[in-house]
Nanobody, 112 residues
């Protein structure tokens, strides 16, 4: 299984970004997929997850601002991030399953 994340960048507070994670070697429609982030000096934390049946779950800090989704035909998982805050800054990783299989991260920097 390989996961390739992209879409990070520098954005001002209040702005939006969409992260993408292209997956190969498994079908995202039948997998538990998640987005994690790791802020400088902090532990990696789960931000959002989507289950095989389509149910989603979010960390309290992002609920209402972030949306996780997937495109089964493209075997891709997305994280739409709106109303970004400086505290959302970090390296974002997509992952499959538990324990997670990790992709490489993509850096998100939110300036105040």
């Amino acid at each position: 299984v390989q996961l390739q994340a992209s879409g990070g960048g520098l954005v001002q507070a209040g702005g939006s970004l969409r992260l993408s994670c292209v997956v190969s070697g498994t079908n995202v429609g039948f997998s538990v997929m998640g987005w994690y982030r790791q802020a400088p000096g902090k532990q990696r934390e789960l931000v959002a997850s989507i289950f095989g049946g389509g149910m989603t779950n979010y960390a309290d800090s992002v609920r209402g601002r972030f949306t996780i989704s997937r495109d089964n035909a493209k075997n891709t998982v997305y994280l739409q991030m709106n109303s970004l805050k400086p505290e959302d800054t970090g390296v974002y990783y997509c992952a499959r399953g538990s324990p997670p299989t990790w992709g490489q991260g993509t850096l998100v920097t939110v300036s105040s």
